[in-house]
């Protein structure tokens, strides 16, 4: 999927993946009220809202973009009905042809990873049949409890031939708090990073490896050491605009052959409609207000690595 | 949520917790069979495998024990129909009175993290109706992102008076490849215990805080310091048995009040029948075999509490 992911970023010349995070006040009256009068004021209502709100804006965008990035949580929020919906979302961006980044963050001890892994990249045994459930091409996966908790997902990884992106620097204010610590005179995040590199050297694509990182817009200091320290390892960059992130700041993300880091936008494309920039396009049409963003977005970007290929 | 886990563990005189983690290799042959010739091998199948696996368990055990904690990733392996079994066995034991920990290892940050405590713990805001979801009492928390990554989940604890078990130590082999890393001079996971000591300064019960922490029973030093730092937050203890934690080790992890901590088996109750010391019961009565082992596991600690007492 590394490859894959590699290829369709040169083709579009779009490092960009779209976060799929439908927060329920993002999603313009109209679609909430067509699917709350269907099912009610229930979970299903909400589920089918965001589902109906995803499947506009993907229809929108796919043909921009090489991959979205679900935010499992939004959909988890409205429990089993929820769950459906993340399904479907996952299953229609495939039927677009998009990669998908399942955010998932999980982690955990390593039969419980081994559940993870099976359940979002691999395949579970039942009866004499292997079957897929979510079906994700990547996850995100968190690094807290070490080598025994990821290697799991690296094995199913090496197995389907899909990838990670294991946080190592987080975009948000207070990842620093444990993230931040200097150990032996190197900070948290750098000890992370190295076993990033190393977990991914286990299983190389073309050019870079299965097993990626997070590192967060908001820190481009950070990212630009990061970086060096991981050179065969994908940045999967959280924190672009609504978070603050900005394009002149993430260039040293990228290698010099203008790969190595994709770039995320999850509010600022999906709740673009609602911003002063797109308000022209209406609520009825928050579709295309989201692709005139996802324009924007990839001008922006390929604007800061070009500046900087100069 | 706390006070009433402590009344529960008080009138049980057990402070024990039974792991509903289902592998299907756990499931007897007779449960697996009726499950897959009614839905085929489907994920379906084993979800209902799972369902009516735990189904029985619960039935077994549910008068000896304060509560229950299932492990999410022994159902999200199945997908959808994986959640759907979650859910009824969350509204299942609680039907029976037990008290539910989700163990879900949730995390993310500020935003994301709030959709997934309302999913977990509080409720979601649906056109005019607040609705529960996946409705645990208690969530287990990953803290790598730092404060405004768990904060929504402390809020809505506060708000819904549920409580959480934040990854202080794990239990794992590699928990020390990041946590047991010295910062200042003091182990990466006394920071973290530190934090959820003061987190959970903010929303207390009567005698415990609503945060507790999760260290496991494979590091009792490691536990006896911890218990010290964070004398108001109950600590969760994975490890007992089948990972390799003696009764005799996790005294110390309990206060001088015979509280303070709950102790987790998973699959050495809910997979006694393959276990020589349960094999008289046979794999038709696995119930039984579990109910057995959770008698023989209260025992077992009780008599080292008592010990330690003397």
């Not at 010349?13 to 009068?37: I, T, W």
């Not at 929820?82 to 495939?94: F, I, L, N, S």
Request: proline share 4%; charged share 25%.
């Amino acid at each position: 999927m590394i490859n894959r992911l590699c290829e369709k970023i040169k083709k579009l010349n779009a490092p960009v993946v779209v976060g799929l995070d439908p927060m329920l006040s993002y999603v313009p009256e109209h679609v909430v009220k067509r699917s709350l009068s269907e099912y009610g004021e229930t979970l299903a209502g909400a589920a089918d809202a965001i589902w109906q709100f995803n499947k506009e804006i993907v229809d929108s965008i796919w043909d921009l973009i090489p991959a979205v990035k679900p935010q499992v949580a939004m959909y988890e929020q409205f429990g089993v009905e929820g769950m459906k919906a993340y399904q479907k979302t996952v299953d229609y961006c495939h039927e677009k042809g998009l990669l998908v980044i399942g955010d998932v963050k999980r982690g955990d001890i390593g039969s419980t990873s081994a559940a993870y892994a099976a359940g979002h990249l691999g395949k579970v045994q039942v009866g004499s049949c292997l079957l897929s459930a979510f079906n994700e091409d990547f996850a995100t996966v968190n690094p807290y409890l070490g080598t025994d908790g990821v290697k799991p997902f690296v094995d199913v990884c090496r197995e389907e031939r899909k990838g990670l992106f294991i946080l190592v620097k987080t975009s948000n204010p207070s990842s620093g708090e444990f993230q931040d610590r200097l150990i032996d005179g190197r900070p948290l995040y750098e000890w992370v990073g190295e076993q990033v590199a190393a977990w991914g050297g286990t299983c190389m694509g073309e050019t870079y490896s299965y097993i990626g990182a997070v590192v967060g817009a908001t820190y481009p200091e950070m990212g630009k050491e990061l970086r060096k320290l991981m050179p065969k390892s994908f940045i999967l960059v959280p924190g672009y605009g609504a978070q603050g992130g900005k394009a002149e700041d993430l260039v040293h993300y990228f290698n010099e052959d203008g790969l190595g880091a994709i770039v995320n936008s999850s509010r600022g494309i999906i709740a673009a409609h609602k911003k002063e920039a797109y308000a022209r396009f209406g609520a009825e049409h928050f579709g295309e207000a989201s692709r005139q963003a996802v324009v924007d977005m990839i001008e922006d970007i390929r604007g800061a690595l070009n500046a900087q290929l100069c």
